[in-house]
């Protein structure tokens, strides 16, 4: 391949992608959810073939960077138009925190860990699960969060033992690791779960020693404040 068709179908594909860009419009940029990702990275490798693989013809590169873009722009389409089908191109939104509880079927919905949960918490500056009052996360990826209204900043006067919470027991299990880093133990472990009548540490999906030393417990059957 020549220099002279290699700059044509560099230009042809740039040209081709930018018009492609105006038509598919800014909401489809900004909307970064896994099916817009996909057909981003789908038409941006189109392109790419176009431009450097000679083997790939000029008319049918174009006409599949047309044919995905169409494609991409019915489906945003059918999904403005039906709900039903926008929550199955898209996904919908996922409570993963409600009323400081953790959404155990949710999160396996989402496929998120609660380490990831957490992570994405202390993004928001919140740094303990009892703090939220609802936790969402978009179809983009994002975790908006909605703090309860005693926990929101500059509201908290407890004397701080500990710089953040930390969580001490993941999926029914103790995390000793954490337990020895607050030189604690799991006998105190133990006599806490049981102050808050917890049979077996095994009813618990997560706990955490709060910065004021006291221990936030959520179990793995919830009950919510009607």
Same mark, same amino acid.
């Given at each position: 391949?020549?220099?002279?068709?290699?700059?044509?179908?560099?230009?042809?594909?740039?040209?081709?992608?930018?018009?492609?860009?105006? %038509?598919?419009?800014?909401?489809?940029?900004? =909307?970064?959810?896994?099916?817009?990702?996909?057909? $981003?990275?789908?038409?941006?490798?189109?392109?790419?073939?176009?431009?450097?693989?000679?083997?790939?013809?000029?008319?049918?590169?174009?006409?599949? %960077?047309?044919? @995905?873009?169409?494609?991409?722009? $019915?489906?945003?389409?059918?999904?403005?138009?039906?709900?039903?089908?926008? #929550? *199955?191109?898209?996904? /919908?939104?996922?409570?993963?925190?409600? +009323?400081?509880?953790?959404?155990?079927?949710? %999160?396996? =919905?989402?496929?998120?860990?609660? /380490?990831?949960?957490?992570?994405?918490?202390? +993004?928001?500056?919140?740094?303990?699960? !009892?703090?939220? /009052?609802?936790?969402?996360?978009?179809?983009?990826?994002?975790?908006?969060?909605? =703090?309860? +209204?005693?926990?929101?900043?500059?509201? @908290?006067?407890?004397?701080?033992?500990?710089?953040?919470?930390?969580?001490?027991? &993941?999926?029914?299990?103790?995390?000793?690791?954490? *337990? !020895?880093?607050?030189?604690?133990?799991?006998? @105190? %472990? #133990?006599? =806490?779960? /049981?102050? $808050?009548?917890?049979?077996?540490?095994?009813?618990?999906? &997560? $706990?955490?020693? +709060?910065?004021?030393?006291?221990?936030?417990?959520? &179990? !793995?059957?919830?009950?919510?404040?009607?």
């Amino acid at each position: 391949m020549g220099y002279a068709e290699s700059t044509f179908r560099i230009a042809c594909s740039f040209f081709v992608l930018l018009l492609l860009t105006r %038509l598919m419009g800014k909401t489809e940029i900004s =909307q970064l959810n896994v099916f817009t990702f996909i057909t $981003a990275i789908t038409i941006g490798n189109i392109a790419s073939s176009l431009s450097t693989d000679e083997r790939v013809e000029i008319d049918k590169g174009v006409y599949s %960077l047309l044919g @995905w873009t169409f494609l991409t722009i $019915a489906m945003g389409y059918i999904g403005m138009k039906s709900k039903k089908a926008r #929550h *199955l191109i898209t996904g /919908e939104p996922k409570i993963v925190i409600k +009323q400081g509880k953790v959404m155990e079927k949710a %999160l396996k =919905q989402v496929r998120l860990d609660i /380490e990831s949960l957490l992570g994405m918490l202390r +993004q928001q500056n919140v740094f303990s699960i !009892k703090d939220v /009052e609802y936790a969402i996360l978009e179809i983009n990826g994002n975790l908006s969060v909605m =703090q309860k +209204q005693d926990k929101k900043p500059n509201s @908290w006067s407890k004397t701080l033992l500990f710089p953040t919470s930390i969580g001490v027991i &993941y999926d029914g299990k103790a995390n000793e690791d954490a *337990l !020895k880093d607050l030189h604690l133990d799991n006998n @105190w %472990l #133990h006599k =806490q779960i /049981e102050k $808050a009548g917890v049979k077996s540490i095994d009813e618990v999906f &997560y $706990a955490e020693v +709060q910065s004021d030393g006291s221990l936030y417990i959520d &179990y !793995k059957k919830d009950k919510f404040n009607s």
